[in-house]
């Protein structure tokens, strides 16, 4: 597996996402979508990109018996189940992650 371009990602221009020493790590403009539509898709990437590794330390750290099935920090027994504590890794960057 490839390792990803270092973190964090910005957005320039609302279309270019860069690197952290400015190099090009993706150009959203496209006639195939309207300008909002790649600004949204620019932050987005940028938001995926920066919360990425957060993301694997929070799974990572979940205990998975048979899929879904409990977190250690906060004993959730379902994936349906939504009682995440307050400090629990895995809701903090999942909730980073989101999309506002």
Same mark, same amino acid.
């Given at each position: 597996?490839s390792?990803?371009?270092p973190?964090?990602?910005?957005?320039?221009g609302g +279309? =270019?996402?860069?690197g952290p020493?400015?190099?090009?790590?993706?150009?959203?403009?496209?006639?195939a =979508?309207?300008?909002?539509?790649a600004?949204?898709?620019?932050?987005?990437?940028v938001?995926?990109?920066?919360?990425?590794?957060a993301? =694997?330390?929070? +799974?990572?750290? =979940?205990e998975?018996r048979?899929?879904?099935e409990?977190?250690?920090s906060?004993?959730?027994v379902?994936?349906?189940d939504s009682?995440?504590?307050?400090d629990c890794p +895995?809701?903090?960057? +999942?909730r980073a992650?989101?999309?506002d």
């Amino acid at each position: 597996m490839s390792e990803h371009t270092p973190t964090p990602w910005e957005v320039r221009g609302g +279309l =270019v996402v860069t690197g952290p020493r400015g190099g090009l790590v993706a150009r959203c403009d496209s006639d195939a =979508v309207p300008p909002t539509t790649a600004r949204r898709n620019a932050a987005f990437i940028v938001r995926a990109a920066n919360s990425h590794d957060a993301l =694997v330390a929070a +799974l990572r750290a =979940v205990e998975w018996r048979g899929g879904f099935e409990s977190c250690p920090s906060c004993a959730i027994v379902r994936p349906e189940d939504s009682h995440h504590l307050p400090d629990c890794p +895995l809701d903090k960057a +999942l909730r980073a992650a989101e999309p506002d």
